[in-house]
């Protein structure tokens, strides 16, 4: 069996992933903290590794790993540059630097970054064709940039058999950052779509994220190339939250502008700086997203990486839903709105 160590493996992303590697055969691994909420793992088969990646040399890994797909990140689009940077940027200095020093001879290391890096607010976003810039105005997207250099430096200069995926707007089971939120918000009767919800997001299922790091694993696409991962396909925001409304059974009857919903956002964001344990559910960046279209061209994934994406939105959007509704019944969303 080949073995996989998956970091952040009791989060969203992290998560499916280890079921999905399980379900094909591979003995996985996944790294989590001491005082990680394992809930979304629980009779998921996998080996844990505790150790904090914010420490230098913390982990001890377990022997003949073959692949790493480093999925722990800090994922706050408004967090301060410094925390960015020591939980994205130096997390995964060390995690390399570890694996240098202790595991040599790995098969790929696959770093899951964000197509944030290549700008946003724009169509048929590439390399070639950029987007708006969103790492000057996010933390979280320049602490992936700079980590993507790091990480194309080792591989120009001391041969890491890196390959990165720049996954967009990520939506599935366990997602507690955007799904929770959102279905939460329809179920408490909030107005979750502002003006007309006709642009498009750059959607992308996690289940296509995890097809596309196994498609890695089997050592397609290149050492040192970075590869955009959606699910290939226009969808927009009336669709997503049009879907959600309707399956909980709660029509949204009153429509924000967009106009108004930048400035709730700004009044927001201000009230967190006064007082920082308000939560600003509403962000000027959050905003911006149904404000103007954004898609990515993944040409060179299909082509490179043989990435061919589910594009059953309906069954990927009711798979959501099922798990919310599932852990609604279970008490899990209520301990999750007390944090």
């Known amino acids: 069996m ?10 969203f992303i992290g998560s499916n992933l ?10 996985v691994y996944g790294l989590v ?10 009779g998921v088969p996998v080996r844990l590794v505790k150790g904090d990646l914010a420490n230098a040399g913390g982990v001890d890994l377990p022997p003949s790993i073959d692949y790493v797909i480093h999925a722990a990140s800090l994922v706050i689009d408004d967090a301060p540059m410094a925390r960015a940077r020591q939980n994205i940027f130096e997390a995964t200095v060390n995690l390399v630097q570890t694996l240098q020093k202790n595991q040599p ?13 290549l700008g946003h607010r724009s169509l048929n976003i ?50 507690r950052t955007s799904s929770l939120r959102i279905l ?39 050492n040192g190339r970075a590869y955009t991962v959606t699910n290939g396909q226009d969808v927009t925001w009336r669709q997503l939250m049009g879907f959600f409304q309707i399956r909980l059974g709660r029509p949204q009857r009153i429509f924000v502008p967009v106009v108004a919903a930048y400035a709730i956002a700004l009044f927001m964001q ?8 308000f939560e600003a559910l509403l962000t000027w960046y959050r905003v911006s997203k149904v404000g103007r279209s954004t898609s990515y061209d ?10 061919q994406p589910d594009q059953d939105l309906q069954r990927q959007l009711e798979s959501i839903v099922e798990w919310y509704t599932r852990e609604k019944a279970s008490g899990y969303v209520n301990k999750l709105r007390g944090r």
């Open 270 to 277: 201000a009230l967190h700086a006064l007082v920082p344990s």
């Open 33 to 42: 903290r001491e005082s990680s909420d394992l809930h979304f793992l629980e």
């Open 184 to 222: 939460d918000s329809i179920e408490s009767g909030w107005p979750t779509l502002a003006g007309t919800g006709n642009k498009i997001l750059s959607f992308c299922y996690v289940g296509n994220l995890a097809k596309a790091c196994h498609l890695a694993c089997l050592m397609r696409g290149r």
């Open 126 to 175: 590439s390399e070639e064709n950029r987007g708006l810039p969103a790492v000057g105005n996010l933390s979280y997207a320049r602490a992936k940039e700079m980590t993507e250099e790091f990480l194309l430096d080792r591989h120009r200069e001391q041969g890491l058999p890196v390959v990165i995926l720049r996954p967009t707007d990520v939506f599935g089971p366990n997602d």
């Open 2 to 11: 080949d073995r996989v160590l998956i970091t952040g493996a009791n989060g």
């Open 298 to 307: 993944i040409s060179k994934t299909i082509e490179e990486l043989g990435y």
């Open 105 to 117: 001879a790995i098969r790929r290391f696959i770093y899951i970054s964000t197509g944030l890096v």
């Open 18 to 27: 280890c079921a999905y590697f399980l379900e094909r055969s591979y003995e």
